[in-house]
Nanobody, 123 residues
Framework: QVQLVESGGGLVQAGGSLRLSCAAS????????MAWFRQAPGKERVFVAG????????YYTDSVKGRFTISRDNAKNTTYLQMNALKLEDTAVYYC????????????????WGQGTQVTVSS
């Protein structure tokens, strides 16, 4: 049974940093894309960043480029999202997701999801 478990969310002041983790289990993910999405209250779930596990190729939405970094640890089967220079508008529930091919940005393209972790940025 595939499981994605996020952790690392919390309350942080604007300008601060957080690192989210997504621990994957249930099968090998070496041929997968791992991605982070976020959903703010009353808004749709949107793509934040993605990484191809095998190559390390990454893709980011424009609003987080230069501030967020996605990475993976093969030994731990874990994906990370390092978030720096956080802004009020980064407040959302952050979700980890996985799929086999490409790095699409539509949530419906992903097969597996974690339960989400809350990130709140305060002024």
């Amino acid at each position: 049974q595939v499981q994605l478990v996020e952790s690392g969310g919390g309350l942080v002041q604007a300008g601060g940093s957080l690192r989210l983790s997504c621990a994957a289990s249930g099968r090998t993910f070496r041929d997968d894309t791992m991605a982070w999405f976020r959903q703010a209250p009353g808004k749709e779930r949107v793509f934040v960043a993605g990484i191809r596990w095998s190559t390390g190729n990454t893709y980011y939405t424009d609003s987080v480029k230069g501030r967020f970094t996605i990475s993976r640890d093969n030994a731990k089967n874990t994906t990370y999202l390092q978030m720096n220079a956080l802004k009020l508008e980064d407040t959302a529930v952050y979700y980890c997701a996985a799929r086999k091919i490409g790095i699409p940005t539509m949530p419906a393209a992903y097969d597996y999801w974690g339960q989400g972790t809350q990130v709140t940025v305060s002024s």
